[in-house]
Each structure stands twice: as C-alpha cells, then as structure tokens.
C-alpha cells in the first residue's frame, strides 16, 4: 500500500505522520522516509518516555530510585513514575540533554512545563532520536540497553500491533495515546525499533490525531480517564488499523526484509 493510498481519503481536521530511519556501519547506505498530512508538529502524549528515562538516568545517583520509576514509565507507561523523573530531572533539564545526546531540540510545552506529554514533536524528529538510542545501545551504553530491553516488554495491547504490522516480534515499542479535554481528536502514537544486529539501527515512527467530535464519545473517553481506567481500546478503534498501514509502508519504503 502507497502512502497516498492512507492519506487520500483523510477528514481534513486529520493529522498524520509516519517516519522512519535506517542505517549504520557495515549495512546499506543510510535511508530515511518521512510523511505528513495536516500539523507540523503533534503533541506527544507518551511516545518520549523511554527516552526521558534514557537521559535521566545520569541525573539520578540513586540507581534503584531510577530503576523504580524509570521502568513502569516504560513498560506499563506509568504516567505517575514519569512525572517523578520529569520534575525530579526537570524538564529542561531532560530536553537539554536529549539535545545533546541526539541533536534534536525539543521545548517545554507553553503553560504548564510539568506536562511532559505536551511536548510538540515531528515524526521524523523521533526517529532520529530513537536511533541514536539504538545505536548507542548497541555500541554498550548500558542504561540505553536496558530501556530497549524495556521497550521489548511493552504489551500488546499497548502496542496497537505494531509487532504484527512491522512482521517483527521481537522490536522494542512504545506508544502514545490521549485525547485532552482542549482537543477534538485522539491522538495515538508508536515508536518501533526494530532489532538489526550489531551497530545498525532501523526506526519507524507512525504518528495520528485523528477526529474525536461526538460530544457523548468524548464525556464516556473522559469518565474513564478520571476514573484510571484503560482507554486504549477507543484508540484503537479509532486509530489503530490506519497506524499499523503506516508502519507497514514505512517499513516497505526503507526495504526492510
């Protein structure tokens, strides 16, 4: 399927964009595939925290604090657990040191800089952060090892199949998924990293914010929200087949075997 085949028939209030990098010593030349209908950038709900653990590691002596918050903000998405590193790091602090550690400049949302998951980010942007993560784990940076290995224990029900759209079973995931009370759309995302072997890396991102206007929809996605209950099945009714095609074809446009 052909990219123009996904976004053709978009409402026009949609937004959407999938990314992704492969590359690495010894391999191919380096290729890079990116798309985008509608904003230029998306919030990011939680598609950024294995890497706000990545960098916080460094800014937190207590290693089993660290460890404590760090992986249920990865694994289960525990928003609790990443606003304990977020202000405990600081915002700028943690986007500083992304920047320097993948050469990607994110800001603080306007307002409220303790809503990490308001961050504005491009699909592409993401991609070449998580390949830095890759990367650097495979060249035995031990703390970005272990958040991929993390990232490999994300549940299938929090992955939206990516693993099944991307044929690899084995890739390292998170996603992202919120519809605010400001908004009249979900937004749902995912990260994937696929596993390449020695240096390589191989990153696809699918990014969607996608129409979420009927008023009772909107009041039952709220009570639950309030209420600490699971959401993740309204994103994927309303997002998930269009996020697995994106993946798909980002996977076939980098000529993934």
């Excluded at 653990?53 to 249920?72: G, K, L, N, Q, Y």
């Excluded at 303790?114 to 952060?129: I, T």
């Excluded at 919120?178 to 009249?184: C, L, Q, R, V």
Aim: aromatic fraction near 6%.
């Amino acid at each position: 399927m052909a990219f123009n085949d996904l976004l053709n028939d978009l409402d026009h209030s949609a937004s959407v964009q999938a990314a992704g990098i492969r590359r690495g010593y010894g391999g191919p030349p380096a290729r890079t595939v990116s798309v985008r209908s509608g904003l230029t950038r998306l919030r990011c709900a939680s598609l950024l925290k294995p890497l706000y653990a990545w960098v916080s590691a460094a800014r937190i002596p207590d290693t089993e604090r660290w460890r404590r918050h760090a992986e249920p903000a990865v694994v289960i998405s525990s928003n609790a657990d990443t606003l304990n590193l977020w202000l405990s790091v600081g915002p700028r602090v943690i986007l500083d040191d992304l920047r320097e550690r993948t050469g990607v400049a994110w800001e603080p949302p306007n307002g409220d800089p303790s809503r990490f998951g308001s961050v504005e980010v491009a699909a592409d942007e993401v991609a070449a952060a998580y390949a830095v993560l890759a990367q650097a784990a495979a060249a035995g940076d031990p703390v970005a090892g272990t958040v991929l290995g993390w990232m490999g224990e994300v549940s299938e029900t929090q992955a939206f199949g990516a693993r099944e759209a991307l044929r690899s079973p084995q890739a390292a995931v998170k996603s992202g998924w919120y519809g605010a009370p400001d908004e009249t759309c979900l937004r749902t995302h995912v990260v994937a990293v696929l596993p390449r072997g020695g240096t390589k890396a191989g990153v696809i991102v699918a990014m969607t914010a996608l129409p979420y206007t009927d008023a009772r929809e909107r009041e039952v996605y709220r009570d639950r929200v309030n209420q600490g209950l699971s959401v993740e099945a309204e994103h994927d009714k309303v997002a998930g087949a269009l996020l697995r095609d994106l993946m798909a074809t980002t996977r076939e446009e980098l000529g993934h075997s």
